[in-house]
Every structure is written in C-alpha cells, then in structure tokens.
C-alpha cells in the first residue's frame, strides 16, 4: 500500500466534497437559509450523522450560529434528529432525499402563500362588497370597487392552482407528469 498515493487520493476525496459544500452552501438563500448553514446542511449531507459539538469541530462555528443554522434546517424539513440511548446530545442527520427536502419546503412556503393571500382576498372581497352594494355612495365609487372586487377574484385562479400544485407534490402525483429519472450507473 503507498501511503503517499491514499493521502492524495484523500486529499482528492476533501476536495470534492468542498466542491459540494461551497456549491450547496451558496445556493441554499433559495430555502432562506444563511450560506452558513447550507455549509453545515452540506457538512451533515456527505456525513451519516454528527452531534452539535462533532458540527461545530468541523466547521468552526460559534455556538448560536449552530444553534439558529440546525433550528431553521430542521424546520425546513432538511434534517432531522436522530435519537441515541445512552446520551444527551442531539444528534442530527441531512435529508438526504433532495426530493423530500424541495417538497417539504417548498409546500410550507406555498401554503403558507396560499393561506395568507386568500385570507386577504376574502377579506378585502367582504370590504368591497359592502361598497358595490351601498346604495349611498356614487356609482364612480361603486364601479371603482367593482373593478378592484373582479380584479382580486382573478387572483383566486393562481392562488387555487398552487393549492392543486402543492397538493399534487406533496402526494406524490406530481410524479405522473413529471417522473424522476432512474440514474444510470
């Protein structure tokens, strides 16, 4: 065996990997997260699972940072816990289903978009409505109103599809019109 041949494979093998981590780190602002912790989600992703203290080793990050980066990681449905008998320190695993992670995301950000904005069209239907329909007020007005009422009820279409959309990801039907290809070795 030549050892000088297995540390530059080795070295080979870490540069690759932060090929990965600097590449993953700088795209997750598209999940709101911070580059630091899309380093550490990148990190957990190449490993099989790591404690806080094993994290902050490995990336040389400030206790909070950890904290905050692993939470919004977590509530993103990116990583999960892993729980070991015998000890008290959380220990954490990377999704490493790509396709998990985009669906749990992405649905929680398009339901909650879902949620809010038809919460506020309804309201604002129920406010224009009682102007349409108040004789008192001049037809100007009243017409005004009518055009903002048809106007936000147009909004519904969009706002009905991304539910069918998010519906269709999160069952997996989304999968019938758009497969996952196999990978070929």
């Known amino acids: 065996m030549n050892n000088s041949l297995d540390e530059q494979a080795y070295e080979t093998i870490e540069s690759a990997k932060n090929e990965i981590i600097s590449a993953i780190s700088e795209t997750m602002d598209l999940y709101g997260v911070t580059p630091s912790a899309g380093a550490l989600y990148a990190t957990l992703y190449l490993s099989d699972q790591m404690n806080l203290d094993e994290m902050r080793d490995e990336l040389n990050m400030s206790k909070p940072s950890m904290s905050t980066g692993i939470r919004k990681l977590y509530d993103n ?60 007020v001049s037809n100007k007005v009243r017409e005004q109103a009518k055009e903002q009422f048809d106007l936000i009820n147009k909004s519904k279409v969009y706002y009905n599809w991304l539910e069918r959309l ?19 070795d």
């Open 77 to 136: 449905g990116m990583v999960k816990r892993i729980h070991q008998k015998g000890t008290r320190k959380h220990t954490y695993a990377a999704e490493k289903d790509f396709f998990k992670s985009f669906m749990s995301y992405y649905c929680q950000m398009w339901q909650r978009e879902v949620d809010m904005n038809m919460e506020a069209v309804s309201q604002a239907e129920e406010y224009l409505q009682k102007v349409i329909e108040d004789e008192e």
């Open 166 to 184: 998010t519906h269709s990801v999160k069952t997996g039907e989304i999968f019938e019109f758009l497969p996952k290809e196999e990978q070929s």
